[in-house]
């Protein structure tokens, strides 16, 4: 079989040797209209293309950049696994990743990084709770964008997301089928909409269950607790109220928390006030973090394909910065419950 070489492409295109090979190395002197044919040529010929050149064809500067409030920057059990995700995407097209955490109190005339600033990225994966104003700078900057687990609900906007809602069902499910009359869902829900969709879920379950059921689940929100910009946070009232729904006459049995740092925030609070877990009361999570598997007991949540939200979100603005005009993605990818032993059946 004849070898493929870079003159092999030239003569086929009949253009220059040094035209292809600026082209594969994704010069920016070359157009793009031009790059894409040789690019597709070497493809179709055959031509084995090192993986440290290999670069979207569309590319400009050959990086994306990523978004994401600075205090989330320590968060390596969610955020981190989605920042793996995005940079193993990128780097098979030849991409790499330019990293900003965003002060989410200042506006984005002082906030926004250089790498959108002086147009350093051919594209931009926001993740998480960046404010309206940083969206409507993108926007107005028609830089290529795509979220990833944010409150922004924009139709206009690609987004990426765990099936929040369903997750929420199968969990409270769960609860139910266990035997727990009395649920709580326990987080603030409007800090954030994914806890709102997981509200959404847990209210759903219940709902389809009263429909039917020989007996009623009863329900109850406790409040206090949630995350922000600046990551998870706990009210003062937070460890009175939950403890009393759990000492109620009846009492709370099951509960429904809106992430794992609530679980487990919940978990030690209701060890500290004696009451056991699963004696007393069954506990669920949401997000499968590293944590929830070191918990005593172990603690049963809802999977988020956290490193598959990465890739996916590489997948969409690749395909936008192609394809500028094309129709906005909602991607919601499934979640699964991990059965662990924060559960007993009653």
């Known amino acids: 079989m004849k070898k493929i070489t870079l003159q092999t492409i030239a003569e086929h295109l009949n253009v220059s040797k040094a035209l292809v090979s600026k082209a594969l190395s994704n010069d920016p002197a070359v157009n793009d209209v031009t790059k894409e044919q040789i690019w597709k040529t070497a493809e179709e010929l055959g031509y084995r293309?090192?993986?440290?050149?290999?670069?979207?064809?569309a590319s400009r500067t050959g990086n994306l950049a990523v978004l994401m409030p600075r205090g989330y920057m320590n968060d390596i059990e969610y955020w981190g696994k989605v920042l793996g995700g995005i940079d193993a995407e990128l780097s098979k097209h030849g991409f790499s990743m330019l990293l900003s955490g965003i002060d989410t109190s200042i506006p984005p005339k002082e906030g926004m990084p250089a790498s959108i600033h002086e147009n350093k990225a051919d594209g931009v994966i926001v993740l998480g709770h960046i404010p309206q104003d940083y969206i409507d700078d993108l926007k107005?900057?028609?830089f290529p964008f795509v979220l990833v687990d944010t409150n922004i609900q924009d139709p206009t906007i690609d987004h990426v997301l765990a099936n929040n809602f369903i997750g929420a069902y199968q969990a409270t499910n769960h609860l139910i089928q266990a035997g727990h009359k009395?649920?709580?869902?326990?987080?603030?829900?409007?800090?954030?909409?994914?806890?709102?969709?997981?509200?959404?879920?847990?209210?759903?379950?219940?709902?389809?269950?009263?429909?039917?059921a020989p007996y009623p689940v009863?329900?109850?929100?406790?409040?206090?607790?949630?995350?922000?910009?600046?990551?998870?946070?706990?009210?003062?009232?937070?460890?009175?109220?939950?403890?009393?729904?759990?000492?109620?006459?009846?009492?709370?049995?099951?509960?429904?928390?809106?992430?794992?740092?609530?679980?487990?925030?919940?978990?030690?609070?209701?060890?500290?006030?004696?009451?056991?877990?699963?004696s007393e009361v069954s506990?669920?999570?949401?997000?499968?973090?590293?944590?929830?598997?070191?918990?005593?007991?172990?603690?049963?949540?809802?999977?988020?394909?956290?490193?598959e939200m990465g890739k996916t979100a590489v997948e969409l603005i690749l395909r936008r910065i192609g394809d500028p005009e094309g129709w906005p993605e909602l991607v919601l990818l499934s979640t699964f419950l991990v059965e662990r032993a924060s559960v007993q059946k009653l």
Request: aromatic share 8%; with cysteine.
């Open 182 to 212: 009395n649920l709580a869902f326990v987080g603030d829900v409007e800090s954030a909409w994914s806890f709102a969709e997981r509200l959404r879920g847990f209210e759903q379950a219940v709902r389809t269950w009263n429909e039917k």
């Open 49 to 57: 293309i090192k993986s440290s050149k290999k670069a979207f064809p």
């Open 218 to 278: 009863t329900t109850v929100r406790i409040e206090g607790t949630g995350v922000s910009g600046r990551g998870n946070y706990t009210s003062a009232e937070f460890s009175q109220t939950l403890v009393g729904h759990v000492r109620n006459n009846p009492p709370v049995t099951g509960l429904f928390c809106a992430n794992d740092m609530i679980a487990i925030e919940t978990q030690s609070i209701l060890a500290q006030m004696g009451v056991g877990c699963p």
């Open 283 to 307: 506990i669920i999570g949401f997000d499968d973090l590293a944590l929830s598997e070191l918990t005593q007991p172990k603690l049963t949540t809802v999977k988020v394909p956290k490193t």
């Open 140 to 142: 107005a900057r028609s």
